[in-house]
């Protein structure tokens, strides 16, 4: 096999930024002018992400192919800024499903079938599908959960084994870990790391560098012991201290010399040519912090704010938007669920409602919707927001009291937001909902036109209920206006407000389309108007 493989895994605890470091690591390859690309393994039960609820587990990324994957994949994209297939998130569900399949064909000729070697084979032929189908000079996998959990062990040992298969001028291991401070005593502890790393080798792996999460840079002393009880050299451990943006990742890790270590490693001596290339990253990645003084604050009104990473993508959108135009985006997550005071979104710039499903704060977000429209303060309104924003439309202009969404009240006397017709006879939910991208084709002397300068746009889809063209007319009639649709017209795309400053509603989610230093278009209109309020 051609391509040279990365393998991060992690331990110590979940949230310590194997993502990040997974990409950063792909763009400084990316940089190096290497074809590079991304794996995200989640070793949970479910077939894929979208039947998770978003406070759980986080955000679902959809993909342009319609793959509801982990949210690391979105940060993949972004990082990379190019589309990442669904096929690159392999959870156990898929590769069991494909074992159990081909045991019952008969394809295993009468053999008993084991974790070792049917289900570690499957892994290997996935990841080696990707990196010869797309001809890849690196693939970089990034190996969910941490080390020692029982569910991820035949992941890891799939790679052991690709590494012994490979060779190690092939297959490179990081290992991403944590040095806490303790406030008590005010040094950065080493036991964490010593003992993650003793796990791996435990089972096999020697890690070859050693990305440490810490809040401060990481010690000489410090690197200097980690590298004493690991057997991974000084030079190799790596320092992942707190930065004030994740796009400056990169620039840390090369300061400390990984792409020389990494391209020695690899037998690849004097390939290393970031170039001009880095001047343009650099200038994106400077963009995300040095607005300070100029902020726009955005209330995001939504289902899930308990956990910020819920609407990752929707965060991040917001942040691009706001460096393209020089402004600092400041998000404050508010509950659609227990808001009672309204009047409190009137100190904001701009109010946004992200995506969801289910009853359960609707309400709120009906009345946030109508409260934006009266203060004609700013509003963004995302599939789910789009939705509730013609219901609130309905109930106050229309004087519909009834005006609901089957999916919230299936008795509505007034469905101006309806299941989807083929969606009637879905019994399973999970991987059944319109997903990925579809065009969409916008009407001309619009806002929405105005903003995208486009007759078609291609956009991502995640829904199962869409606008009741039967109340189109009447909504039309009383000012709000339905400037996108597609399907030859059978699904409404966007609506809009002419009369207010800024009142923008999408059925798709351009969020998954925004890119660091290429904002949405959708995202960069509304922080725009926010910020002119």
């Known amino acids: ?207 070859d560098f050693l990305a440490v999460r810490c809040s401060t840079p990481l010690e000489e002393k410090t690197k200097k012991k980690i590298a004493l009880f690991t057997n991974v050299t000084a030079n190799d451990v790596l320092s992942c201290h707190d930065v004030k943006s994740i796009f400056q990742v990169p620039q840390i890790l090369y300061d400390q010399g990984i792409m020389d270590s990494l391209f020695t490693k690899f037998g690849k001596v004097g390939m290393v040519n970031a170039s001009a290339n880095w001047d343009k990253w650099n200038a994106i990645a400077d963009s995300m912090t040095n607005h300070e003084d100029k902020k726009v604050k955005i209330a995001m009104v939504g289902k899930y704010v308990t956990l910020a990473d819920s609407y990752v993508s929707v965060n991040h959108a917001l942040k691009h938007a706001g460096a393209k135009l020089g402004n600092s985006v400041e998000i404050d997550w508010i509950d659609s669920e227990t808001i009672t005071d309204y009047n409190i979104l009137s100190k904001y710039d701009g109010i946004l409602v992200p995506g969801g499903f289910g009853t359960r704060g609707s309400e709120g977000i009906i009345k946030t919707a109508n409260h934006a429209r009266e203060k004609n303060i700013p509003y963004l309104g995302i599939c789910f927001g789009f939705q509730l924003a013609a219901i609130a439309f309905g109930r106050n202009v229309l004087k519909l009291e009834d005006a609901n969404s089957t999916e919230i009240k299936a008795d509505t006397k007034n469905p101006i937001v309806d299941l989807l017709p083929e969606q009637k006879n879905i019994s399973d939910m999970g991987g059944s909902l319109r997903l990925g991208a579809n065009d969409v084709k916008i009407k001309p002397n619009t806002l929405s036109h105005k903003i995208y300068n486009a007759d078609t746009i291609s956009k991502r889809h995640r829904h199962r209920y869409e606008i009741n063209k039967e109340y189109i007319p009447e909504l039309e009639k009383n000012g709000m206006i339905f400037s996108a649709d597609s399907d030859g017209g059978k699904r409404m795309e966007m609506l809009e407000i002419p009369k207010h400053k800024f009142y923008l509603g999408v059925q798709f989610h351009p969020e998954f389309n925004s890119r660091p230093g290429y904002p949405e278009p959708a995202f960069e209109a509304f922080v725009r108007a926010a910020s002119q309020k």
């Open 1 to 207: 096999m051609q391509t040279k493989l990365i393998f991060v895994t992690g331990g110590v605890m979940s949230g310590l930024g194997k993502g990040v470091t997974t990409s950063s690591i792909a763009k400084l390859l990316q940089l190096a002018d290497q074809k590079v690309s991304c794996i995200k393994i989640d070793p949970y039960l479910n077939y894929d992400a979208g039947t998770m609820n978003p406070i759980a587990h986080g955000e679902v990324f959809v993909t342009e192919d319609g793959g509801e994957c982990d949210m690391d994949i979105g940060n993949y994209e972004r990082f990379l800024n190019q589309n990442i297939p669904k096929s690159h998130n392999i959870t156990t569900a898929q590769v069991y499903s494909t074992v159990i399949e081909a045991e019952r064909r008969g394809e295993y000729l009468g053999a008993c079938v084991q974790i070792i070697p049917h289900i570690t084979d499957e892994i290997k032929n996935r990841i080696r599908k990707i990196a010869e189908e797309e001809n890849l000079d690196f693939l970089i996998v990034e190996c969910g959960g941490t080390v020692g959990d029982i569910e991820s062990l035949p992941f890891l040992e799939a790679l052991r084994q690709i590494r012994v298969e490979e060779g190690p001028h092939n297959v490179i291991f990081v290992h991403v870990t944590l040095a806490p401070s303790l406030d008590v005593v005010g040094e950065q502890k080493t036991k964490p790391t010593q003992h993650s790393a003793q796990e791996l080798r435990r089972i096999g792996i020697q890690p």
